[in-house]
């Protein structure tokens, strides 16, 4: 499971309200991600991160920040949670030296 | 830009049934390929991958072919366990990109009945 950890691993908050999530790491991997699942979308990438406060866009941004202070932590942050943000939320992190990624167990998030 | 299509389910197959799950994908250059599958409940698991055309993937009776001529990578499975039922992702990263992101399919479930 590439010692990957997520927290909470449910969490259920009112609209309007600030969420983290987050992502440790224990194999000090560069490249972390975040992700979300939706119905009939897949897995859409929100941030990532290639090394200490190295932090870059996806593709599903908008209404989301993340921080990386240190290697082992990704942090994903709903500045002001909206109900289009429920989903299940994956961290996952890159092998070294390959393209390949691993995922966390996910972190199911309702706002209501 | 980069994306995958994989065949719309849901799937349901018999005990012992043969599998077969269409990804075809459209990206610039050489992408790595994927299979990921997430069982009820839980994250997803990487089932297989392939890095170049006409690499073969196979993990747990799973098999998948890079296909660079046709822009495909078809999972098949001679016979599925109802183990098997699960939802399963067609992905796609490109080698040596800036920041190896992941494109994937919408996923397929796959209920095998016994």
């Known amino acids: 499971d590439a010692g990957i950890t997520q927290s909470p691993r449910h969490k259920v908050t009112e609209t309007g309200t600030p969420v983290t999530l987050r992502c440790h790491q224990t194999?000090?991997?560069?490249?972390m991600y975040w992700y979300r699942q939706d119905p009939g979308h897949g897995l859409r990438l929100i941030h990532y991160?290639?090394?200490?406060?190295?932090?870059d866009k996806g593709e599903v941004s908008d209404g989301y920040s993340v921080s990386r202070s240190k290697t082992e932590d990704f942090l994903l942050t709903l500045e002001s949670a909206t109900s289009s943000q429920t989903s299940v939320y994956f961290c996952?992190?890159?092998?070294?030296?390959?393209?390949?990624?691993?995922f966390g167990p996910g972190t199911r998030l309702t706002v209501l | 830009g980069d994306s995958v299509t994989q065949m719309e389910g849901p799937v349901t197959l018999s005990e012992e049934a043969f599998l077969t799950i269409n990804c075809t994908y459209t990206a610039t250059g050489y992408p790595s390929l994927f299979w990921y599958v997430q069982y009820p409940g839980e994250g997803l698991q990487l089932l297989l991958k392939a890095t170049k055309a006409d690499d073969k993937g196979s993990n747990k009776g799973f098999e998948a072919t890079y296909r660079k001529e046709t822009t495909s990578f078809h999972l098949e499975k001679g016979s599925v366990q109802v183990s098997d039922s699960a939802v399963y992702f067609c992905a796609l990263s490109h080698s040596g990109g800036s920041n190896y992101k992941l494109t994937f399919g919408k996923g397929t479930l796959l209920t095998v009945n016994p």
């Open positions: 991160s290639y090394g200490v406060k190295d932090t």
């Open positions: 194999e000090n991997h560069r490249y």
């Open positions: 996952a992190i890159k092998i070294g030296g390959t393209d390949t990624q691993y």
